[in-house]
């Protein structure tokens, strides 16, 4: 689980004297704990499971640091757990409010980039043999439905990147409806393009349940059944509840898969380390590389009211988010309800913050401050 190169990159004073300057400044404006506040927060791993634990000054981070952060959290209403590995090490972990440690959370949108891994993986096999194969030649029960020859333009690559055309559902309330109560297949049909295929960035549920429903039928599997034995299984994790919206055949793809934090933070690990997991590859890492880069970028990327001065979206992947906090870029896995999945390369480091999801409700709010949390701690980082 751990790469032996970045182990020698363990050096806790590097973190000392920004962290100190960032602590006392916050003290002088009135927005941080009293050092005997910090030195209450208790967020050590609890010793159970087959995690190997440290600690964060072992690992190089700052106490104090993480305490704060720790301290912030408690404050939220909608938190469920938090989470931190620092050179492959659980280093802190802590549960609040209705979460635990065996609790299985919907993760919602954060199951995005589960399904890019689910794609990559039949890429790797065979079943799939191009991504730039159009998408509607595993739905030829639609090809005489479809009145737009743009859509016949749209790939597998296209549906990964979302630029396949095709609209975000809740820029319009006839949109989301449909998603929430119609066969979602049909809405290849019934969903106008926006733009065309490969043009411009559209944040698409509908493109991502087409991604899981193309390796379900490329590889002649339940689609379910393959999350476990080629992704959930190598890495040591338990899917939960993944439950099909209501007469559709396959699982949300776009979110819903319900997974423990820790879990969540091994698949974090998995994208962390090249698709290595306890020095098995499990995926590619020339897919994770390719996943990992920004497609998109630009003001295109802000589909929603601004987060928070440190939650900064720079570009799209495969599924995945390039973000940046302070002088850090990372990429995120997220999702609503504050869903959060970050991985600092330059730290080696993954930060795991899970939520109530507010299924169907509105979390923004809530959203804001979980993803803001996670954010504003990057930012507090010092630069290397």
Not at 57 to 74: C, F, I
Not at 312 to 337: E, M
Request: negative net charge; hydrophobic residues 40%.
């Amino acid at each position: 689980m751990i790469k032996e190169d970045k182990l020698l990159n363990r050096y806790p004073h590097r973190f000392s004297l920004s962290t100190s300057v960032f602590l006392i400044l916050s003290m002088l404006f009135g927005c941080s704990p009293s050092p005997e506040d910090l030195a209450a927060v208790d967020f050590t791993p609890l010793p159970v499971g087959d995690w190997e634990v440290s600690s964060p000054e072992v690992e190089g981070l700052d106490s104090d640091m993480v305490a704060k952060m720790y301290y912030d959290a408690a404050k939220l209403d909608s938190i469920y757990s938090l989470l931190i590995v620092k050179n492959g090490y659980l280093v802190a972990e802590k549960y609040f409010n209705e979460g635990s440690i065996d609790l299985k959370s919907n993760i919602q949108s954060l199951s995005k980039s589960y399904i890019s891994a689910l794609v990559g993986l039949a890429l790797e096999q065979g079943c799939l043999t191009s991504l730039d194969q159009p998408f509607l030649d595993y739905f030829p029960e639609y090809a005489d439905q479809i009145d737009d020859p743009r859509k016949e333009q749209i790939t597998i690559r296209h549906l990964l990147q979302m630029r396949s055309g095709y609209p975000w559902e809740e820029s319009d309330p006839d949109l989301w409806e449909g998603m929430l109560t119609g066969d979602l297949l049909s809405l290849m049909v019934h969903y106008p393009l926006v733009s065309d295929p490969g043009a411009v960035f559209h944040y698409s549920n509908v493109s991502t349940y087409f991604l899981g429903a193309i390796v379900a039928r490329a590889c002649d599997v339940d689609l379910r059944e393959f999350a476990e034995e080629q992704l959930f299984a190598p890495i040591g994790t338990e899917l939960g509840v993944w439950w099909p919206p209501e007469n559709n055949e396959y699982p949300m793809g776009f979110c819903c898969i319900h997974v423990t934090a820790r879990d969540a933070a091994k698949f974090g690990l998995l994208y962390l380390n090249d698709g290595t997991f306890d020095g098995k590859q499990v995926i590619s890492p020339e897919w994770v590389h390719d996943s990992l880069q920004a497609y998109s970028t630009g003001e295109q990327l802000e589909y929603v009211p601004r987060t928070g001065p440190n939650f900064n979206r720079t570009g799209y992947g495969y599924q995945w988010w390039g973000l940046h906090s302070g002088d850090h870029d990372y990429d995120a896995a997220i999702g609503h309800g504050g869903q959060t999945m970050a991985l600092l390369d330059e730290f080696d480091m993954v930060i795991v913050a899970i939520g109530d999801p507010f299924w169907l409700e509105d979390g923004w709010k809530y959203e804001k401050q979980l993803k803001n949390l996670v954010a504003d701690f990057i930012a507090s980082l010092p630069s290397e």
